[in-house]
């Protein structure tokens, strides 16, 4: 696993179910507000997105900046986050 902080950790060691979208690593309040007003208020719905756009590092990153306007670093958190819990449960 790439992660290092406790959100991801806690993310990442169990099933996803109906977490919320601010449960992702990389995500707070202010981005989670943001997916919510764009349609993705639950962590799956992010994971449905990443899965749309064939888990491409690069791809999920450029949505993330356009929908939410995360930074790389937030892009990154969020990316690496679901494609360790996909390694693990898909």
């Not at 900046?65 to 990316?79: E, I, M, N, R």
Request: hydrophobic share 35%.
């Amino acid at each position: 696993m790439s992660g290092t902080t406790q959100k991801y950790r806690n993310f990442v060691a169990e099933p996803m179910g109906e977490k919320s979208v601010t449960e992702l690593a990389g995500i707070g309040e202010t981005l989670g507000g943001r997916l919510t007003d764009a349609g993705f208020d639950k962590a799956y719905t992010v994971l449905g997105q990443y899965l749309v756009l064939k888990k491409d590092e690069e791809l999920f990153k450029d949505w993330m900046k356009d929908v939410c306007h995360a930074s790389s670093k937030q892009a990154s958190d969020c990316y690496n986050c679901l494609n360790d819990w996909c390694e693990e449960f898909l």
